[in-house]
């Protein structure tokens, strides 16, 4: 599978490089719909709206991007203060602070259209203070 001829990698590579400095960070949650298609953007206002409610300073900076074909595959270090209720968990005030993360994308006609993500949960876990090992 590959990109439309009109679609450049480098070109996906913008569109991720846009959902994180302008939706994620400068907080324009209304532009995820220019970037991504109908069910992938109502998906990820789901996650953004909570996780910015719970971690009203986070961000993510981009460590690399990568694009080839229809696939742009993004390196991130997150960082937040855990200030409102995250899945269960009540505010500790604590900051995690570059957490990795890596996102693989799917680009098609212009838009983002999927993703898969693995987060360095662990990490931001101790950083919030929890202590996770077996009792």
């Not at 907080?27 to 789901?46: F, N, P, S, T, Y």
């Not at 995690?96 to 931001?124: P, Q, S």
Request: aromatic share 8%; charged share 25%.
């Amino acid at each position: 599978m590959f990109m439309a001829a009109s679609m450049t990698a480098d070109e996906g590579k913008q569109l991720v490089r846009r959902l994180v400095e302008e939706a994620i960070n400068a907080r324009d949650i209304d532009l995820v719909d220019e970037l991504a298609d109908g069910e992938l953007a109502q998906a990820a206002k789901r996650w953004i709206g909570p996780f910015r409610a719970s971690f009203p300073d986070f961000t993510m900076d981009i460590v690399d991007l990568i694009g080839e074909g229809d696939t742009v595959v993004g390196h991130f270090r997150c960082s937040g203060t855990h200030l409102g209720m995250w899945n269960g968990i009540p505010p500790t005030g604590k900051r995690f602070h570059n957490v990795d993360e890596i996102y693989i994308f799917r680009v098609r006609d212009g838009k983002l259209t999927a993703f898969h993500a693995v987060e360095d949960n662990l990490t931001r876990l101790r950083q919030l203070g929890f202590d996770l090992r077996p009792t």
